[in-house]
């Protein structure tokens, strides 16, 4: 999926978390959007930890040669 795309719309971290939003679980309105505000709260450590240790590198292009 990434390989088409240019580098700043590429997925760079993601999270699988053990069950889908749902209506009951108090994620989705009845129109199935997502409740931002709730969804945040549930899931705030998990969210939080895909910033942590943010360390930006620059692309080498040295043909693998060191």
Known sequence: M??????YE?????????R???IEGG??????KM???VIYEKYRD???GLYQDQTVTAPTNNGGKS
């Open 2 to 7: 990434n390989k088409h795309l240019p580098p």
């Open 27 to 32: 994620e989705l309105t009845p129109t199935l």
């Open 46 to 48: 998990r969210i939080e």
């Open 10 to 18: 590429t997925i760079k971290k993601f999270v699988l978390l053990p």
């Open 20 to 22: 889908e939003f749902s």
């Open 35 to 37: 409740k931002r505000k």
